[in-house]
């Protein structure tokens, strides 16, 4: 073979030579991408010099990939680059051992991350401006400059925001939002010029709705050493063996320390396999598993009274007459009406129950209270306390009744709870799979009902999980501060505010925790704020996705009333604040990091909707997704490897984790700060040339169009390819990391959180983040007594709203699953894949090698598949009233009858002819995620907003047609 000839000359003949032998991916895929620059040629003297060539590079980087793995892990990276190239990753293994007691976190990674090299120069990849020809979804495109695009959507972004108002530009956030860099930018520009993000945490199923109920809050979770503490670990509600690769360790390590393993799962999942026991359970039934094990905890006299009285609401007194807490405020005039009373053993009287801690001070609640009190008015009222009520209610789940809704025999049941109650410590795993049932929020609250009545909560090795996230609080001094220079100044505004609450007897987390509730009521006139509203909300009423649950009084739901008399009412409270509001359409939107026709449930509603209504609809990414072929613009995102920024992470694994630039961005592409500052900077532009100044948003702040750029640069101070300038500015102004500096972070890739971030979407931890040991959430509430922040101050279980008490739902209870898309008899569940994260690897090449089909196909049950007919790889159609599609059928002896499951990702061009599987699935609103004007249902960042349900799709499904096939 010749040595002179250049690199594609090479490969061609190296194809011809060689046949099945393997090259490195990352010589195959740079032949077909622009060139970065004039990288060196290498020489190759036959195939042992490409094999050679693997085992050398010019650098290698620490990095990581700013994607949403959540549960599963946020891992470091090392990056080899030649030639300009990224040709392959491997895992860090330098994770220091927390103490010699605990297993370390060593390897973190998986298969997904470890393609990544492969997958960012795969032929979906883009590197230039596109803009659509003809019409949307049809396919064609044509090369732009950065110039035209700009120009185009600027121009158009003025004609609306002139026209119509500031709140008619939406940002669609995604899964891979980073919390950092990427944030930065879209959170001043959402600032500056008061346009909406979506929250998308409802709406990808993630609210942990129950959890706020119960907590009043979501984010609290132990660091995954913690469960080698346990001794007994729930598998409740989730797949971690599957879900969770890097972590599993953890589980499986503790059960040689002696805990146990149980899982609870509708399916013989992976999970299950390497598990103790499995207990097979009804789809949708949880809730009513929990509440028979909490009967037997307190008919059986297990109930950790100590813990119960002091933690918990179940002391507090209800009135009969109302169904709402009694309050000083009913019984003395002037009276505080978030002072609550209960019934004190020692005085035998009426006290009100500690305020400013949870500490008893003397007091001796009594659980079992059912008396009669006079208010100030004269008049006498029969009051229960909350436990009174909990035993009534619990009467109706014996073992032998719950077996009968849940498909758990009695004998195992009661099992189960001896289990729980006669050892130490016990734990769950966290998991968003609850909630995206329609009654999640009851089943979430039973679980929870658990832990509180054993005292399992804020102890090492013991707790109920919430919703882990970690991320550090620079971000938000950032982005409100107008300069680096003015932070101080800036939250110096807050100061008089948060000195008069805490005086009042508010918590520091109560405060730092309605900042971000404070982001979803525009025009805040102390403090400049990003706008947010929820996802779900806006994607129903805007979007059309509520008029698939036209239907929806027919499915079971519960509901006292019409669907949609609960959703006007909400709106006009303002109980659920829609930004913009429902009479208001929007115009434009631009993706970021997101992907909404791949994920939203009832997605084809949206292109018939809200697609008509939008005059430029903008995507930022690296490749053409689902989203982005009906799309005007997409606009070349570097990837990961390609900018430096530093992302959130969770408490699971506390180490924030950074990416540090191993390679210039091919062709065309620009980082998001990079693009949204351009943008910024387009429009001050256009903005001068056609004489546009000041516009005012709808609340009357002022927007400032003419100088946006120089505002969200801080006058030029962090430009264009400053990414690593603003990583560096966010992590200085946080207080999480002090130990290392910002250069020696991006050496080492990662660093242990040093404390509990103070920023809205971590405080909830409430616990301290030990050098030496595991991370034990809720400490600060449960041994240092501080109040939860929830209207009683304590872990709630009787939610006194309006829309609970109609509903039946003031108390936890079960609610049978509904049969939501018609009256079919397969309920359609659903799970994380293992090969892939969201939507970003789901056409990979690689990752679709190791899927047990290549394409979407749904797992069905032995019997099921047989009485129709199916046999294992058969085309199949599934369907119910509100839609249908094909794909492949996995038979499979792991699932029930009646229980079919499919993975979650596939892209919709993945599916053969119309529909995917988010055409079956409506997602009705549940009303009591509506309900507002409450002390802690109220929508914030990452909560209390409503979700989306679609493990309770009904379906059926058919063998498709020979000729449906082939057409």
Not at 26 to 44: C, D, E
Not at 260 to 275: G, H, M, Q
Request: net charge negative.
């Amino acid at each position: 073979m010749s040595v002179g000839i250049d690199r594609r000359g090479f490969l061609k003949s190296a194809a011809a030579l060689m046949g099945s032998l393997s090259i490195p991916s990352f010589v195959v895929n740079a032949t077909t991408l622009p060139a970065t620059g004039a990288p060196a040629v290498p020489i190759y003297e036959g195939w042992k010099d490409v094999y050679r060539a693997q085992w050398s590079w010019d650098k290698v980087v620490r990095s990581t990939h700013h994607l949403n793995c959540w549960f599963q892990a946020h891992c470091s990276w090392d990056v080899y680059v030649k030639d300009g190239l990224v040709y392959r990753e491997e895992q860090a293994g330098e994770y220091e051992q927390v103490n010699p007691e605990l297993p370390d976190y060593n390897p973190r990674g998986c298969q997904k991350g470890g393609c990544f090299s492969e997958r960012m120069y795969d032929p979906t990849r883009i590197t230039h401006p596109m803009r659509r020809v003809g019409p949307r979804g049809g396919g064609k495109w044509e090369r732009v400059s950065w110039d035209e695009a700009l120009t185009d959507i600027a121009d158009t972004y003025l004609d609306v925001t002139v026209e119509e108002g500031t709140d008619r530009t939406i940002w669609d956030l995604g899964p891979g939002i980073d919390l950092g860099v990427s944030m930065a930018a879209q959170g001043r520009f959402s600032m500056l010029t008061q346009s909406i993000g979506l929250d998308m945490d409802g709406e990808i199923g993630d609210s942990r709705r129950g959890t706020l109920e119960t907590f009043g809050k979501i984010t609290f979770e132990r660091s995954a050493d913690d469960y080698f503490y346990s001794d007994l670990i729930l598998f409740w509600g989730g797949n971690p063996v599957y879900t969770q690769i890097p972590q599993a360790h953890f589980f499986t390590e503790a059960r040689y320390r002696g805990a146990e393993i149980i899982s609870i799962a509708p399916d013989y999942n992976p999970s299950a396999t390497k598990s103790d026991l499995w207990i097979p359970i009804k789809p949708g039934t949880d809730g009513a598993l929990a509440l028979a094990i909490c009967h037997l905890i307190v008919e059986k006299g297990k109930v950790k009274e100590d813990f119960v009285k002091e933690q918990t609401d179940m002391p507090l007194l209800v009135r009969s007459d109302t169904n709402r807490y009694l309050k000083q405020a009913d019984l003395v005039e002037g009276g505080r009406e978030d002072f609550h009373m209960l019934w004190d053993a020692a005085s035998d009287g009426l006290k009100e129950a500690p305020f400013r801690s949870l500490a008893l001070e003397g007091l001796a609640p009594k659980l079992e209270v059912k008396t009669t009190v006079t208010l100030k008015d004269g008049q006498e009222v029969e009051v229960r306390s909350v436990f009174h009520r909990l035993r009534e209610r619990l009467a109706d789940y014996s073992p032998e009744k719950a077996t009968e809704m849940c498909g758990v025999t009695p004998k195992m049941i009661k099992y189960l709870a001896n289990r729980i109650t006669s050892v130490d410590k016990v734990s769950n795993i966290s998991q968003t799979s609850m909630c995206k049932y329609f009654h999640g929020n009851l089943t979430e609250r039973s679980m929870a009902l658990i832990f509180a009545l054993t005292g399992n909560i804020g102890r090492r090795g013991a707790g109920f999980s919430g919703f882990p996230l970690l991320t550090p609080d620079g971000g938000d001094k950032f982005i409100l501060s107008p300069t680096l220079k003015e932070v101080a100044q800036t939250f110096g505004k807050l100061e008089p505010l948060i000195t008069q609450r805490l005086e009042a007897g508010d918590t520091h987390e109560m405060v730092v925790g309605d900042l971000g509730r404070m982001m979803f009521v525009p025009g805040n006139p102390l403090i400049r704020l990003p706008v947010w509203t929820s996802g779900t909300l806006f994607w129903q009423v805007h979007g059309g996705i509520q008029e698939l649950s036209k239907n929806a009084d027919q499915w079971n739901l519960g509901n006292a009333r019409p669907l949609g008399e609960y959703l006007t009412e909400s709106l006009e409270k303002g109980w659920q604040p829609l930004n913009p509001p429902r009479d208001k359409p929007p115009r434009i939107m631009i993706s970021l990091c997101s992907n909404p026709l791949r994920r939203a449930r009832g997605s084809e509603k949206l292109i018939e909707v809200l697609w008509p209504k939008l005059r430029k609809v903008v995507v930022m990414d690296w490749r053409i997704n689902s989203t982005g072929r009906y799309a005007d613009y997409i606009l070349p995102v570097a990837p990961w490897y390609e900018r430096t920024s530093l992302k959130w992470v969770t408490p699971l694994s506390p180490y924030l984790t950074i990416t540090d630039k191993a390679t210039e961005p091919l062709g065309e592409s620009k980082t998001d700060w990079g693009i949204i500052v351009a943008l910024s900077e387009m429009i001050q532009k256009r903005a001068r040339a056609r004489q546009i100044t000041t516009v005012k948003s709808p609340q009357g702040l002022d927007v400032k169009l003419d100088s946006l750029y120089d505002d969200l640069t801080m006058q030029g101070e962090f430009k264009e390819g400053d990414d690593d300038k603003v990583a560096r500015a966010i992590y200085d102004l946080g207080g999480t990391h002090k130990k290392l500096s910002w250069d020696e972070l991006k050496e080492k890739g990662f660093a242990r959180f040093e404390k509990l971030p103070e920023e809205p979407s971590s405080i909830g931890n409430m616990c301290e983040f030990p050098e030496n040991d595991s991370i034990v959430p809720l400490t600060f509430h449960v041994r240092d007594k501080v109040p939860y922040p929830t209207s009683s101050r304590r872990i709630q279980f009787f939610v006194d709203h309006p829309f609970y008490d109609e509903l039946d739902e003031l108390l936890p209870r079960y609610k049978e699953p509904p049969m939501i898309g018609g009256d079919y008899p397969l309920m359609m569940t659903g799970g994380k894949t293992r090969w892939s994260i969201h939507s970003t690897w789901r056409d990979d090449s690689l990752m679709l090698r190791l899927e047990a089909r290549p394409e979407p196909y749904m797992l069905v049950s032995m019997i099921d598949a047989n009485a129709r007919g199916v046999g294992d790889g058969d085309r199949i159609r599934v369907f119910n009233d509100i839609g249908s599609f094909k794909c492949l059928a996995k038979v499979s002896p792991s699932l029930r009858p009646g229980q079919t499951l499919m993975y979650h990702a596939w892209e919709q061009y993945q599916f053969q002819g119309p529909g995917d599987m988010n055409s079956v699935s409506p997602s009705p609103l549940n009303p009591v995620e509506l309900a507002g004007g409450h002390p802690h249902l109220v929508a914030g960042v990452l909560q209390g907003q409503n979700s989306v349900f679609d493990r309770d799709s009904r379906i059926d499904f058919e063998r498709a047609d020979e000729q449906e096939v082939a057409a």
